[in-house]
């Protein structure tokens, strides 16, 4: 078993930053592929990012990329999300979640573990 605790979530000016966190519970967390996803209100939880269990592949949706970045600390147990110049758009509650390496990265039901979501709120 595998907890993820985020943080860093929570209101900021359109074209601001935020700094989001995910903490894991077990030295484990290292041989995990570990990926972000959001949810906006009314909408299905869709995709953000991923990263791989080494932090040498990264990948994004497209309405993120080039503003996020995605990076882990393995010592630390930690994945951050760096979200810069962030717009309205980006508004939902972001989750981290893990899984094990392989299969597809950008489904939800890959995934074996999730936090439980961290609120990020973009003012226009």
């Known amino acids: 078993q595998v907890q993820l605790v985020e943080s860093g979530g929570g209101l900021v000016q359109a074209g601001g930053s935020l700094r989001l966190s995910c903490a894991a519970s077990?030295?484990?967390?290292?041989?995990?592929?570990m990926g972000w996803f959001r949810q906006a209100p009314g909408k299905e939880r869709e995709f953000v990012a991923v990263i791989s269990w080494s932090g040498r592949s990264t990948y994004y949706a497209d309405s993120v990329k080039g503003r996020f970045t995605i990076s882990r600390d393995n010592a630390k147990i930690t994945v951050y999300l760096q979200m810069n110049s962030l717009k309205a758009e980006d508004t939902a509650v972001y989750y981290c979640?893990?899984?094990?390496?392989?299969?597809?990265?950008?489904?939800?039901?890959?995934?074996?573990?999730w936090g439980q979501g961290t609120q990020v709120t973009v003012s226009s």
């Open positions: 979640a893990a899984k094990p390496p392989g299969s597809d990265y950008d489904q939800t039901h890959e995934y074996d573990y």
């Open positions: 077990r030295r484990t967390f290292s041989s995990y592929t």
